[in-house]
């Protein structure tokens, strides 16, 4: 089995192609489509406010970089972004020019090793584990759990809702979503190794899509 998908079952590379494409032709619209991110802002300025001056931050999904990335590099942090979707990147190298942003999938981040991205003293992960099946959202958790250091912070944002990898038309594009109940939410936090220290909950309706009111839950963790 490789390293880099240990716990995918067979070992073999998940694919995402579908997704990483749909997400480079939906490019700078998905700002347009979400105009208003209120719980991302309060998340990410908790997060900011929170760390010491200087920290390391990696911003999983990081889209076009807004405004997640930009907010945490003109609070005074270290910025690194991956994201799955080379166009969305090519955004964020332009929004935010002070971070660094690379292609990874969630499978293969680590701290060491040829692509090994270190240690950091915060995560951001918002709305991107809604795309994996639902078996390999606890990996990913554990994943983020390895890359931060101890006591480190984790703002985690999902939609809730009853869902494992179901297809959904978005902008246009089909893109493949899971969710969870909030109680089924926060134990699958709480096993990957976080203490919850807040929560929050939004109501939200996307811009121009034609979709239903969504509920959005934002999770502020520790590193126990």
């Known amino acids: 089995m490789s390293e880099a998908y240990e716990g995918y079952g067979d070992g073999a590379a998940p694919d995402r192609t579908g997704q990483a494409e749909a997400f480079d032709a939906i490019g700078a619209r998905y700002d347009d489509a979400f105009p208003h991110k209120e719980g991302q802002?309060?998340?990410?300025?908790?997060?900011?406010?929170?760390?010491?001056?200087?920290?390391?931050?990696?911003?999983?999904?990081?889209g076009t970089g807004l405004p997640t990335a930009r907010a945490l590099v003109a609070a005074g942090h270290t910025v690194t972004g991956v994201d799955l979707s080379e166009g969305m990147l090519e955004l964020a190298r332009k929004n935010?020019?002070?971070?660094?942003?690379?292609?990874?999938?969630?499978?293969?981040?680590?701290?060491?090793?040829?692509?090994?991205?270190?240690?950091?003293?915060?995560?951001?992960?918002?709305?991107?584990?809604?795309?994996?099946p639902r078996p390999e959202i606890p990996y990913a958790l554990r994943q983020f759990h390895r890359l931060l250091r101890p006591g480190g912070l984790f703002a985690l944002s999902m939609v809730e809702?009853?869902?494992?990898?179901?297809?959904?038309?978005?902008?246009?594009?089909?893109?493949?979503?899971?969710?969870?109940?909030?109680?089924?939410?926060?134990?699958?936090?709480?096993e990957a190794g976080f203490e919850i220290a807040g929560e929050e909950t939004f109501a939200y309706a996307p811009a121009s899509t034609g979709a239903h009111p969504e509920h959005q839950l934002f999770l502020n963790c520790r590193r126990a």
């Open 96 to 132: 935010v020019p002070e971070g660094r942003f690379l292609r990874r999938d969630l499978a293969a981040l680590r701290t060491e090793g040829p692509d090994g991205l270190g240690e950091f003293d915060g995560i951001a992960c918002y709305f991107t584990l809604l795309m994996l």
């Open 41 to 62: 802002l309060a998340s990410g300025g908790w997060l900011a406010a929170q760390l010491p001056p200087g920290s390391r931050v990696l911003d999983v999904g990081c």
């Open 161 to 190: 809702a009853d869902l494992d990898d179901a297809e959904i038309p978005f902008l246009g594009h089909p893109i493949r979503v899971s969710g969870f109940l909030r109680d089924e939410l926060r134990r699958v936090v709480r």
